[in-house]
Nanobody, 123 residues
């Protein structure tokens, strides 16, 4: 099972940017479909973005509206989420997720998870 560690969260003003990273253990990172989810206080965990094994295919939640970019570096076992034009409603704990199947990329209850990193956007 892959182990995931997120980093890069923090406090930022509305309109600002942050880049999240997720580093995976082991030698099988390139065999996983990777994704980002988030959970705001009092809300369910929700899909944000995902990327296929090679990085040639990306998928986003409608709410992202082109502001975020997901990418991966298989040589470094690392997943990224570049977040621009941040809004207060983006405030949440962001989780890295690894799955074997691309069919379930938006499923918030499957795969392996990191511990999360807090993103807070002030107005």
């Amino acid at each position: 099972q892959v182990q995931l560690v997120e980093s890069g969260g923090g406090l930022v003003q509305a309109g600002g940017s942050l880049r999240l990273s997720c580093t995976a253990s082991g030698r099988t990172f390139s065999t996983y479909v990777m994704g980002w989810f988030r959970q705001a206080p009092g809300k369910e965990r929700e899909f944000v973005a995902a990327i296929n094994w090679s990085g040639s295919g990306t998928y986003y939640a409608d709410s992202i509206e082109g502001r975020f970019t997901i990418s991966r570096d298989n040589a470094k076992n690392t997943l990224y989420l570049q977040m621009n034009s941040l809004k207060p409603e983006d405030t949440a704990v962001y989780y890295c997720n690894a799955k074997r199947s691309i069919v379930t990329i938006r499923d918030a209850d499957s795969g392996s998870w990191g511990q999360g990193t807090q993103v807070t956007v002030s107005s």
